[in-house]
């Protein structure tokens, strides 16, 4: 057992497959147990379909943490003693666990990992296997003959692109600190668009009380439900105040609309946050009271589109007119010319 708790009865799924299964019984050392615990070494006796499938570097999880992957993040060390550099999409083994899958790495172009030097890279493999941070791996040669090296995963779901940019630099060099709770503290000093919650949890192998308390601790603020971000709490509290001043900013220069479009206050204010992240935030001063949301649009409470003194003015004019005609109200243009 690896890490976590297994008890006769759990719903596991078998992963990188998908797979459903029963725990219908387990034993330690030969004997029925009803739980098992990392550390141990025990059996499981599944019951499922598709079990017949089950291989070398498959893993029982947790429902939760069944995200395979195929793109990882890591630090890479070659060895020393090594014939050659490690070069931009050199094929390999990655040995992670029991799983043993080709690859290739994925270096800035026309560079390389010098011999016992060490760098960030990004490893594609030719099928998914199961990742979490800080699991180490050994990397082999194309024909699995010789060791080239091996490393730490850093983010078992990296994206496809701007592997190479300042940002995303700065985002792995937050998740090579010691404990989550410094990598969540550095990812929250410089995330604009907010850290992504789930894949923060997931990564880390966190169960929600524990991540609960982490966020609490670090001062971290929960936006969204579906897709959770999290930004700091003074900066919550200040898009909060601004998302106000700009709406009675917007109310001033243009007192006959029934509102400013969200989008356009999230592109003055936070245009990196993600739509439904910012959504999310006014949605919160919505429940507050704070401000009304209508369709795509928000105002501020009590704002009345008709609520300016020219309008009034008009208005004066116009209903003595209306009231005396009764039900045959004048057409529109009459009464334009009657009233000058």
């Not at 759990?10 to 219908?24: C, F, K, Q, Y």
């Not at 070069?87 to 010098?114: E, F, K, N, Q």
């Not at 936070?270 to 401000?291: H, K, S, V, Y």
């Not at 003015?313 to 000058?340: I, M, S, T």
Request: hydrophobic content about 50%.
């Amino acid at each position: 057992v690896f890490n976590g708790v297994v008890n006769a009865g759990d719903r596991v799924t078998i992963s990188p497959a998908g797979l459903e299964a029963r725990v219908r019984g387990i034993q330690i050392q030969g004997k029925p147990a009803q739980r098992a615990a990392a550390g141990q070494r025990c059996a499981l006796n599944l019951s499922g379909s598709g079990l017949a499938a089950l291989g070398r570097g498959d893993w029982a999880l947790a429902p939760a943490l069944h995200r395979p992957t195929q793109r990882i993040d890591a630090r890479i060390t070659a060895l020393a003693a090594e014939q050659q550099a490690l070069r931009h999409w050199m094929p390999v083994h990655l040995h992670l666990a029991t799983a043993d899958v080709t690859a290739r790495l994925a270096i800035r172009r026309g560079a390389s990992v010098a011999l016992g030097a060490s760098a960030l890279v990004q490893i594609v493999l030719d099928k998914p296997v199961v990742a979490l941070h800080g699991d180490r791996f050994i990397l082999r040669d194309q024909s699995a003959s010789r060791t080239l090296g091996g490393g730490v995963v850093l983010d078992p779901f990296a994206p496809a692109v701007r592997r190479a940019s300042a940002a995303r630099l700065a985002v792995l060099a937050a998740l090579e600190q010691p404990t989550p709770q410094d990598a969540l503290a550095a990812l929250a000093a410089q995330a604009q668009g907010g850290i992504d919650l789930a894949h923060f949890e997931t990564a880390f192998n966190l169960l929600p009380e524990r991540a609960a308390q982490m966020y609490t601790q670090a001062g971290i603020v929960q936006l969204g439900r579906e897709q959770r971000s999290g930004i700091t709490a003074t900066r919550h509290t200040a898009l909060r105040e601004a998302a106000l001043d700009h709406l009675r900013a917007f109310h001033r220069a243009q007192p006959q609309a029934a509102g400013c479009e969200i989008e356009a206050v999230r592109a003055a204010l936070a245009p990196e946050l993600a739509a439904d992240t910012f959504l999310a935030l006014l949605r919160g001063l919505a429940d507050e009271r704070r401000l009304e949301i209508g369709g795509s649009a928000a105002r501020l409470p009590g704002h009345n589109l008709t609520a300016n003194s020219a309008d009034e003015k008009l208005w004066q004019a116009v209903q003595p007119a209306l009231l005396a005609a009764g039900f045959n109200a004048p057409p529109l243009r009459e009464l334009a010319a009657q009233l000058k």
